[in-house]
């Protein structure tokens, strides 16, 4: 009688890490490399339509990744199937990095499981582990008074989202969520970061550590393209997902836009300056 390997049950820290990887994965996957995968897993012409009419490049990578994790292309303890096919096409460097990330976030190769050859890359070494145990910092050299482990667990776990020229009205509200929170509750894109990638990391980095997503809504807020990514981000992280109205004008966004943000009443957030500004940070 044949026998079949059963994946074992993953833990929610494996599930996480699972998480990160797919939002990592889906920044590095071009619109190019998406069409050639969806050729060689044999993608239905309808779904192959729907990532080339994508709006973004964003919103095409994370409809790949969910297509992926759903016809098992990827899983949280193989994606061997996935690095097999980057190599087919071409991209070896994609794939390498894509094996890295899957290590870096979930710990583990990027082998089924059932392969008792598989191996996680680069593995520490015994000595290796001996080290990270001998360097583990005594308790005695820690810093006096340090701060109270409530304050800690609230360090930016709220992520507020808003559009470049909304900032202002987002300063009032992060500092009323702080008034009755804590300062530093929040974590807000204004300064300090440049645009690019390096922007788009921080704000990836952000919103991994954070619990709750506050969507700070204008008026321009649903046409701005990194609004959107970050709403996408969201979900795909399984974020809480909190929506404000800033102004008190009608709700900008319609229930075919995304279903997961309904109106709430607005929170007269006014500065004391409103911007001149007409940019977008989207």
């Not at 009205?169 to 974590?187: F, H, V, Y």
């Not at 966004?253 to 997961?260: A, C, E, I, V």
């Not at 957030?269 to 940070?281: E, F, I, L, Q």
């Amino acid at each position: 009688m044949a026998s079949y390997a059963i994946p074992p049950r993953e833990s929610r820290k494996q599930r996480e890490g699972f998480g990160r990887f797919k939002v990592a994965l889906s920044n590095v996957l071009t619109k190019e490399i998406i069409m050639k995968l969806s050729h060689i897993f044999h993608y239905p012409n309808c779904l192959i339509d729907d990532f080339r009419e994508a709006d973004t490049v964003t919103s095409c990578a994370l409809l790949m990744v969910s297509k992926m994790e759903e016809k098992g292309q990827i899983a949280p303890h193989d994606i061997s199937q996935l690095l097999d096919s980057l190599r087919e096409i071409g991209n070896l460097g994609t794939a390498s990095e894509v094996q890295q990330f899957f290590l870096k976030h979930t710990d583990q190769a990027a082998t089924d499981p059932a392969n008792p050859a598989a191996q996680p890359l680069n593995p520490k070494s015994d000595i290796q582990k001996d080290q990270a145990t001998t360097d583990r910092v005594d308790p005695a050299a820690q810093p006096l008074n340090p701060k109270p482990d409530s304050e800690k667990e609230m360090k930016n776990q709220i992520f507020i989202s808003f559009t470049f020229k909304a900032r202002d009205k987002a300063q009032c509200l992060k500092k009323k969520i702080e008034e009755s929170l804590g300062l530093g509750t929040c974590w807000i894109c204004t300064e300090g970061v440049e645009p690019g990638q390096g922007l788009r990391d921080e704000i990836t980095k952000a919103m991994d550590h954070a619990k709750v997503v506050v969507c700070a809504v204008s008026k321009e807020y649903p046409n701005s393209v990194e609004c959107e990514r970050e709403v996408n981000l969201a979900s795909e992280m399984k974020k809480k997902l909190i929506p404000v109205l800033l102004d008190d004008d009608q709700w900008p966004l319609r229930k075919s836009d995304d279903s997961s943000l309904n109106p709430v009443p607005s929170l007269n957030v006014v500065p004391p300056n409103p911007p001149d500004s007409d940019g977008g940070k989207g």
